[in-house]
Every structure is written in C-alpha cells, then in structure tokens.
Nanobody, 122 residues
Framework: LQFVESGGGLVQPGGSLRLSCEAS????????IAWFRQAPGKEREQVSC??????????NYPDSVKGRFAASRDSVKNVAYLQMNSLKPEDTAIYYC??????????????WGQGTQVTVSS
C-alpha cells in the first residue's frame, strides 16, 4: 500500500498550500490518514491525523502547526488533503501521507511514497 502525494512547491512566508494524498485500489475512508514531514537532517514527524471514517479534523496536531494546518478528506473523490496556512520557513520539508497515525504501524504494512516538497522561502 502506497500513496501519491502532490501539491507542494515554493511559497513565501505567510503563504498557503494544499497538499493532496491519493491512492488507487483502496478506499481512504477505511483508514486513519496521517501526514508526516521530514526536514533535512531531522527525523520524520507527524503533523496531523484523521481517524478512519471520521470526517473531522484529527486532534494530534503538534504545537508547531496547530492553528495553521488542517487535515481533511473527500470520500467522494477518495482524496485526503492537508491545508497549510501561514507557512513559515521551518515548515520546509518533504511531506508524506500514511494510512496510520503511528509511523511504525504504517511501516509494517505500507510503504512511503515519494512525498511532496514544500519550501517556504522569500
């Protein structure tokens, strides 16, 4: 099981981006969907989590993104999103989605995709 992330790019501080997470042959609403990011030289960290079947926003936002990032899913389009507002240079990282909020659980049955690069710079 592997997802395809898209929507990254270069944005100025204070700007916004919406990332997308798609997978063929699976129904995303059957899974918890988490977004992770990895900056150069740093460990991969979770930035959001939505419970399986839930339409609401996960509660596991780290303080670093709370109030600025919002995760959602569109069950009709079978796509998960990460809306990122008020972006800061420290948000620069490769962003990945996963079908479990626990990274080790995800790695036991899924594979990381290519991710999508987000660069916040003036």
């Amino acid at each position: 099981l592997q997802f395809v992330e898209s929507g990254g790019g270069l944005v100025q501080p204070g700007g916004s981006l919406r990332l997308s997470c798609e997978a063929s042959k699976v129904v995303l609403s059957h899974f918890a969907i988490a977004w992770f990011r990895q900056a150069p030289g740093k460990e991969r960290e979770q930035v959001s989590c939505i419970n399986a079947g839930g339409g609401g926003i996960g509660t596991n936002y780290p303080d670093s993104v709370k109030g600025r990032f919002a995760a959602s899913r569109d069950s009709v389009k079978n796509v998960a999103y990460l809306q990122m507002n008020s972006l800061k240079p420290e948000d620069t990282a490769i962003y990945y989605c996963a079908a479990d909020c626990d990274m080790r659980v995800w790695e036991s049955f899924g594979s990381w995709g290519q991710g999508t690069q987000v660069t916040v710079s003036s």
